[in-house]
DNA sequence: AATGGACAGTTACATTCGTGACCAACTGTG
DNA sequence: CACAGTTGGTCACGAATGTAACTGTCCATT
């Protein structure tokens, strides 16, 4: 008679780890900025790029276009990000971070990338070998 | 001027691997079984612990109560559990899988150890690193 | 230049999910 | 044994998410 650990299976594993990473991660900047995942994440790719449409936001940070759409509102509703429609193609919004959104995006990156390297430091050596696995398994899945 | 770089961020990188292998996975035994994947992971705890309480598979496989309430709804109404209430307890209710319900999971076991082997055989002599390391980084997450 | 298909982004609708209130049953303290 | 607090499970509600339809724009073909 066939049996299955779940809390060994991989899928499962995950899961459950990677949640509890973004569990872990939002209190670094729930608290002081109440951002959802989504706004967090777009404005990480802001942060990063500058200037950027939605769609490509959406393949960047791996949303769906529709929850891209509703976390750019809410942001420029926090007047953190400004929209202006492109000259080459009216159909897309460049966006890019306002003032009050660059400064919010230079407080939270330090404290992100803190709380990285504080696991990753737990880690030790495993921190490495888990960072090599991690891109390996990307591929394959992306690959299917 | 800090930047950060979200596709290499580590919470980031979790939640987007596990989502795409839990995606992969639902091919396994979406198609045939058309499961949820709380549902799906109520049956693997009742197929690996024969009887237990909802408050224990929640317990066990990470879900919120009101999910497991749900799963646990659905595979009864599938016909593939069956509650009888504790007798030491009267507020429990013990959970145990039909014969309809051993057969799908049975049935969907194997494709699951497939499955798991296929992505650790492409992964090769990382693999063993990396649950290693996500062993440690789940000790690390739960300390908290 | 006109038309049809593709595409960026938004909106409406249905589904899923978590929080909090709730009920029934247990447990401990007096 | 009475009462208060706790616990297992469900339900109602609001928030978040995905699917599908829709609007406006672009572009290829005629």
């Not at 404005?43 to 976390?71: N, P, W, Y």
């Not at 966006?95 to 696991?119: H, N, S, W």
């Amino acid at each position: 008679m066939a049996k299955l650990q779940l809390e060994q299976f991989l899928p499962y594993r995950l899961n459950r780890i990677a949640g509890a990473v973004s569990q872990e991660f939002r209190s670094v900047y729930g608290p002081h900025h109440d951002l959802t995942i989504p706004e967090w994440r777009v404005l990480a790719t802001l942060g990063q790029f500058e200037a950027m449409s939605a769609k490509a936001i959406g393949l960047h940070s791996a949303m769906h276009k529709t929850k891209v759409s509703r976390a750019v509102r809410a942001l420029e509703e926090r007047r953190w990000l400004r929209r202006r429609s492109s000259e080459e193609d009216r159909r897309e919004e460049i966006l890019t971070l306002t003032t009050l959104g660059q400064k919010a995006y230079q407080e939270i990156v330090p404290k992100a990338l803190a709380f990285e390297r504080r696991l990753l430091d737990e880690l030790g050596p495993k921190a490495e070998r888990l960072l090599e696995a991690l891109e390996r398994l990307e591929i394959i899945v992306k690959a299917r």
